[in-house]
C-alpha cells in the first residue's frame, strides 16, 4: 500500500511513517503543497495523511489535487487546531475520510490508513495496479 504524508513538522511525519512501514506500507514523505502536488503528478496512493495546517501552501488544496488525479484516494486529516471541529471538512472535501487530532497514536493513525487504504487497488500514473 502507498501512502503519502503530508506533515511540515518533519519529525512528527518521520515517526508516523516509521509505524506505517512496520505495517508493510511503501511512505513518501512532503513537508509542504509543492511536494505533495509533485508526488501526486507521479504517483498514486491509496491513503494520504494530510495535516491541515501545513508550512508552504494549502492541505486543501492538496487535498483537491488529489481528488482530481486520483479520485479513489482517500485522506485522513490530522491537526493540532480547532478549523472544522464541526465536521465540515467532510462537505469541503470528498475524499476525507477521516479528521483526528495529530496527538493520536502512531499505532491508531498506522490502524487507520490500514483500514481506508484496504479497499480496492489504486492504480499509479502508468495505470498498472499498486
Known amino acids: 500500500m502507498r501512502v503519502l504524508i503530508v506533515e511540515s513538522r518533519a519529525e512528527l511525519g518521520k515517526v508516523w511513517a516509521r ?20 508526488h501526486l503528478q507521479d ?6 495523511i494530510l495535516d491541515l495546517v501545513i508550512d508552504g501552501g494549502s492541505a486543501l ?3 483537491d489535487y488529489a481528488s482530481f488525479r486520483h ?3 482517500r485522506v485522513i486529516f490530522v491537526t493540532n487546531t480547532s478549523f472544522f471541529s464541526d465536521g465540515s471538512i467532510f462537505r469541503h472535501c470528498a475524499n476525507a475520510c477521516a ?3 495529530s496527538a493520536t497514536p502512531p499505532a491508531d493513525l498506522a490502524a487507520m490508513v490500514e483500514h481506508y487504504g484496504a479497499g480496492d487497488q489504486v492504480k499509479d500514473a502508468v495505470g498498472s495496479p499498486t
Open 19 to 38: 509505524h506505517l512501514e512496520r505495517f508493510g506500507a511503501d511512505v513518501t514523505l512532503a513537508g509542504e503543497q509543492d511536494s505533495a502536488i509533485a
Open 43 to 48: 504517483t498514486a496512493y491509496q491513503v494520504i
Open 61 to 63: 488544496a492538496v487535498a
Open 71 to 73: 479520485p479513489a484516494t
Open 99 to 101: 479528521f483526528v487530532p
